[in-house]
Nanobody, 124 residues
Framework: QVQLAESGGGLVQAGDSLRLSCAAS????????MGWFRQAPGKERDFVGA????????TFADSVKGRFTLSRDNAKNTVYLQMNTLKVEDTAVYYCAAQRVGWGARKEADYTYWGQGTQVSVSP
């Protein structure tokens, strides 16, 4: 059973940057495609981005493309979401998730393990 734990959230101003981390325990992340989702108040949880097993390929939602990047350090069992030029509309709880089969899925149901989430709040 893989446990995922996000960290790095906080309150920032529009235009600032944040880096979120997703650390795994109980298993090795190199076996999983990894994804990030976010859920704003009163809205459904939406896909943000995903990274392949080796970290060589990423895909992003249009809303964050060009501002967010993903990387992973399999030796540290950690995935990182770098968020630049943050906007007020990026305010949400951010979740990382592990995909057992394949990578790059944009549906929640394709992910097996989830973290508890970390709050990101962006003020004007």
């Amino acid at each position: 059973q893989v446990q995922l734990a996000e960290s790095g959230g906080g309150l920032v101003q529009a235009g600032d940057s944040l880096r979120l981390s997703c650390a795994a325990s109980g298993g090795t992340l190199r076996n999983y495609g990894m994804g990030w989702f976010r859920q704003a108040p009163g809205k459904e949880r939406d896909f943000v981005g995903a990274i392949s097993w080796g970290g060589g390929t990423t895909t992003f939602a249009d809303s964050v493309k060009g501002r967010f990047t993903l990387s992973r350090d399999n030796a540290k069992n950690t995935v990182y979401l770098q968020m630049n030029t943050l906007k007020v509309e990026d305010t949400a709880v951010y979740y990382c998730a592990a995909q057992r089969v394949g990578w790059g899925a944009r549906k929640e149901a394709d992910y097996t393990y989830w973290g508890q989430g970390t709050q990101v709040s962006v003020s004007p």
